[in-house]
């Protein structure tokens, strides 16, 4: 499984940007997935996660109303809408498959087996 991130870049404070993770495979649509952020000297924090259906998602209280995560299981990709952004923000945002067939959403890194590489999202104030 190869998850590929992309849409990251530099954007003003207000602004919105759509990250978008494309896997291989063909059980893309069997496992939840998450997106997941690293800033500089901190450690990674969860951000969003959908469950394998789609019908179900769950948001970090820092994003909750300005980010939205959603899926097309046709694509085989997870999609990051960012709005209203902030400077605390920027960080590197990382997607990745949950380890269990069909599982709802989940907040914790350790449940997540495969990752993407990560993509650069900085917010100027």
């Known amino acids: 499984v190869q998850l590929q991130a992309s849409g990251g870049g530099l954007v003003q404070a207000g602004d919105s940007l759509r990250l978008s993770c494309a896997a291989s495979?063909?059980?893309?649509?069997?496992?939840?997935m998450g997106w997941f952020r690293q800033a500089p000297g901190k450690e990674r924090e969860f951000v969003a996660s959908?469950?394998?259906?789609?019908?179900?998602?769950y948001y970090a209280d820092s994003v909750k109303g300005r980010f939205t995560i959603s899926r097309d299981n046709v694509k085989n990709t997870v999609y990051l809408q960012m709005n209203s952004l902030k400077p605390e923000d920027t960080a590197v945002y990382y997607c990745?498959?949950?380890?269990?067939?069909?599982?709802?959403?989940?907040?914790?890194?350790?449940?997540?087996?495969?990752w993407g590489q990560g993509t650069q999202v900085t917010v100027s104030s």
């Open positions: 495979g063909r059980t893309f649509s069997s496992y939840a």
């Open positions: 990745a498959r949950h380890s269990r067939l069909k599982s709802g959403t989940s907040y914790y890194p350790e449940q997540y087996s495969y």
């Open positions: 959908i469950s394998w259906s789609g019908d179900s998602t």
